[in-house]
C-alpha cells in the first residue's frame, strides 16, 4: 500500500488501507463502494495540499522577485511578471479543481489557508508593477 492508498474511516475517521473490509481500530464493516468514494476523495485532498503548498511558496518568491529586482533588475522583473502571471492562474486552476470538495479534513483546511495567503500576497501586485514602470519611465 502506498501512502496515497490511506483513508479515513467513515465510522471513527482513523486512518485505514483502501484494500480493508472491517476497520481494525472500531470494526465496523467498510462497503468497498464508499471506500473507493473515500478513496478518491482522499486523494483530491492531497493533491489539493500540494498544489496549495506549490502556490504558497510561488506568491512568496514573488516578493523574493520583488528584492532581486533591486540587484538583478532585468532577472527580477522576468521573475516577478512571470509569478504575478501564474499566482493568479493557479489560484483560478486550484479553484476549479478543489473548490467543491466537501471534507472537514484539517490539512484541507490548512489548504485552503494557504490559497488565502497566496491570494493576499497577490492582491498588492499591481502597486508594484505600477512602482516598476514609473522607474521604467524615469530612467
Ligand atoms: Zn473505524
Not at 8 to 14: L, R
Not at 106 to 129: G, Y
Request: some cysteine; aromatic content about 10%.
Amino acid at each position: 500500500l502506498t501512502p496515497q492508498s490511506f483513508f479515513p474511516c467513515p465510522n471513527c475517521a482513523e486512518t485505514i488501507g483502501s484494500d480493508a473490509r472491517e476497520c481494525k481500530y472500531c470494526h465496523a464493516q467498510i462497503d468497498p463502494a464508499a471506500a473507493a468514494a473515500a478513496l478518491q476523495l482522499q486523494r483530491q485532498i492531497n493533491e489539493a495540499c500540494n498544489d496549495a503548498s506549490t502556490l504558497r511558496n510561488l506568491a512568496g518568491f514573488m516578493w523574493v522577485t520583488v528584492v532581486i529586482q533591486f540587484i538583478y533588475a532585468t532577472i527580477g522583473q522576468v521573475l516577478f511578471f512571470g509569478s504575478m502571471i501564474a499566482v493568479p492562474l493557479i489560484i483560478i486552476r486550484w479553484q476549479t479543481r478543489y473548490g467543491r470538495l466537501v471534507t472537514d479534513d484539517v490539512d484541507f483546511k490548512a489548504a485552503r489557508q494557504k490559497r488565502n495567503i497566496a491570494l493576499a500576497l497577490w492582491l498588492p501586485t499591481p502597486l508594484v508593477l505600477i512602482a516598476i514602470l514609473v522607474v521604467m519611465g524615469r530612467s
